[in-house]
């Protein structure tokens, strides 16, 4: 049994950090930058897809992107905290014989540094994300990459995510999605995208990976 699992939103509240880059980047090119309560939704999408609706000129776009990784891994990227009680849910499905894996839109080479800051690297037999040249960085073309690489029947995998983005890739490769509502998906939003199941707090979460992978 293999359970894939979201980061931003999922396993940890980055929203700080990913928000202060956003509107680093936008600052410095000289574009409007809207207060950080009106940028929410920003988080899930890759960048590639974000930035063309902030900026006033998409020639802008690889810029954009250069300084926000610039922002983010000066130290913004640490703007970040494990949500209460997800520790001991991957140790619950890891002693129930489920293998973990990452899976997230955040590029790799920045998501496992994050994951070893804040102590739940160890937890993961693999971290799969999108490659900086933006291979991979749709959220179904990478769940398809990780079924190949880990050589995974979809019957026999979970994704475990936050946002709309989550559930439809995992479905778009036969994968059956737990749809979590602590982070930045509403119910409404997993539910329209066709969530197999939701949780709404982390010490329900392995019973209900469990429960959808034992049907």
């Known amino acids: ?71 983010y891994r000066d130290g913004a990227m640490y703007q970040a905290a494990v949500y209460a009680g997800v ?6 499905m890891a002693e129930a014989g489920c293998r973990l894996i990452v899976a997230t839109a955040k590029p790799h080479v920045f998501a496992r540094p994050l994951l070893e800051r804040f102590h739940l690297g160890h937890r993961f037999a693999a971290v799969y994300g999108p490659e900086l ?33 989550d559930v439809r890739a995992a479905a778009a490769n036969g994968i059956r999605a737990v749809g979590v509502t602590w982070g930045y998906g509403s119910v409404g939003e997993l539910s329209g995208a066709g969530a197999a199941a939701l949780c709404e707090t982390p010490d329900r979460l392995a019973a209900t990976a469990l429960a959808l992978l034992a049907r």
Do not use: C, Q
Not at 25 to 42: F, K, N
Not at 87 to 92: M, V
Not at 143 to 161: N, S
């Open 1 to 71: 049994m293999h359970i894939l699992v979201d980061l931003d939103g999922t396993l940890l509240d980055t929203r700080p950090g990913i928000i202060a880059s956003i509107r680093f980047a936008l600052d410095r090119l000289g574009a409007p930058v809207p207060a950080a309560d009106e940028l929410g939704w920003v988080i899930g999408p890759p960048l590639r897809a974000t930035f063309p609706r902030l900026l006033p000129d998409s020639g802008l776009l690889e810029e954009a992107i250069a300084l926000y990784r610039r922002s």
């Open 87 to 92: 520790p001991e849910a991957l140790e619950r």
């Open 133 to 165: 040249d933006g291979t991979n960085d749709h959220k179904t073309d990478l769940l398809a990459h990780i079924l190949e690489r880990e050589g995974l029947a979809p019957r026999w995998a979970v994704m475990v995510g936050d946002r709309d983005l």
